[in-house]
């Protein structure tokens, strides 16, 4: 008699939460004091070879340093406060750094309209390809 095998079914999660990240930096200081004056946010105390830049909603970015290696570039997005965007890129503009429409960097100084929203894209001191946005993707 032929058997039926079934894969176990996954138990319904619904409290799984991204905790921490390790984002590499050239200069871990450089990098997590630069991406907490944009967003307003502060930098923690260093956790071993961590420095934490702690997020509005749990999740930890815990900045390491790559001395002897190059750095894979990685796009992290920051939903942020309607009320606070303004400030965020007058921070920029205000540091020199170029902010950009696009993903790809090819519409400098403007900023998009997504989702009913406004983001922008600009580099962390590493080359991380960073984003401030205040509509969440609306994904079919
Ligand atoms: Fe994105």
Sequence with gaps: ??????????????TVQLNHTAVYAKDRRLSAEFIAAILGVEVAAPFGPFLPVDLGNGVTLDYYELTD???QAQ????????????????????????????????EPGAI????????????DPSGHNMEIMTRPYARP
Excluded: K
């Excluded at 998009?112 to 580099?123: H, K, T, W």
């Design 1 to 14: 008699m032929e058997s039926h095998h079934t894969m176990p079914q996954p138990m319904p999660v619904t």
């Design 69 to 71: 290696e190059p750095i």
């Design 75 to 106: 796009h992290y997005a920051f939903l942020v406060p309607d009320e606070q965007f303004d400030a965020m890129i007058a921070r920029l503009e205000a540091v020199g750094v170029t902010y950009y429409a696009d993903p790809d960097h090819t």
């Design 112 to 123: 998009n309209r997504l989702f009913g929203g406004r983001g922008a894209y600009f580099d």
